[in-house]
């Protein structure tokens, strides 16, 4: 599998991911500088958490005019599989290529601890190393995470099965409490239409070792290379 990391001013979880996926794939991804106008041929392009731009304007917007969004957008819409974390979900909202916005959270309070997530759809790259229905514990951080989006978009989310994981308690129940930040339908991550872009508000990468405290998000990226290899 061929993988690229891209890098903003401000990410400060891109190497975090990098480890993750060479600890999967055997091999070190691409780390891919933000000024840079086209990428290589890949399988797969992350695009990390952090602070792009240091959330300046409005989380995500800058960097979704960085020059290699243009390509990133281009490769996705030729099917190359796409993966936005936290501030990436928020770019990739940004940038079209997710519908729905992340606004403040419900609380306006920074997050950061673990929480579960119900895997909702585990028919796609990101999602074939778990099971539908599966309960994982991830960790979060994040200040604007709370997805909206209007009624028909979130029946169209629904109606295709895009929603891919939402917040739920350690039993898999999808309460208000489990809902950390307000998101509508405890939508913690959704995919485009086809599948194969998908942006989460949740950090599998901090949880893919157990040296980390846990192993919750390391299926995701055994997943993607048995998926993409």
């Known amino acids: 599998m061929k993988a690229a990391v ?11 991911i990098a480890v993750a996926l060479e600890q999967s794939m055997g091999k070190a991804p691409q780390m891919i500088w933000h000024r840079t106008t086209e990428l290589p ?10 602070f792009s731009y240091g959330d300046y ?16 957008k281009r490769k996705a819409e030729a099917g190359v599989r796409v993966l936005g974390i936290c501030n990436g979900f928020q770019i990739l909202t940004e940038t079209g290529l997710l519908p729905g916005v992340l606004m403040r959270n419900r609380d306006l309070k920074f997050i950061c601890r673990d929480v579960h997530l119900k895997v909702e759809d585990s028919a796609s790259a990101f999602t074939n190393g778990y099971k ?3 309960v994982i ?17 979130l029946k169209t989310l629904e ?18 409490a489990a809902n950390v930040n307000g998101s509508q339908h405890n939508i913690a991550g959704i995919f485009n239409k086809s599948k194969t872009v998908l942006g989460m508000m949740p950090h599998p990468e901090r949880l893919a070792d157990i040296q980390l405290g846990g192993t919750g ?10 998926a993409l290899s």
């Open 132 to 134: 539908t229905g599966d």
């Open 137 to 153: 514990r991830i960790p979060v951080a994040h200040h604007d995470g709370n997805y909206f989006a209007d009624d028909e978009t």
């Open 6 to 16: 891209i890098v903003f001013p401000g990410s400060n979880c891109d190497r975090d």
């Open 57 to 72: 304007l409005r989380c995500g917007a800058m960097a979704a005019q960085s020059p290699i969004m243009r390509d990133v």
């Open 41 to 50: 041929d890949l399988d797969l392009i992350v695009v990390p958490g952090g």
């Open 217 to 226: 998000g390391r299926a995701m990226f055994d997943g993607l290379v048995e």
């Open 159 to 176: 109606d295709e099965r895009r929603v891919a994981f939402r917040y739920c308690d350690e039993n898999g129940d999808l309460t208000e």
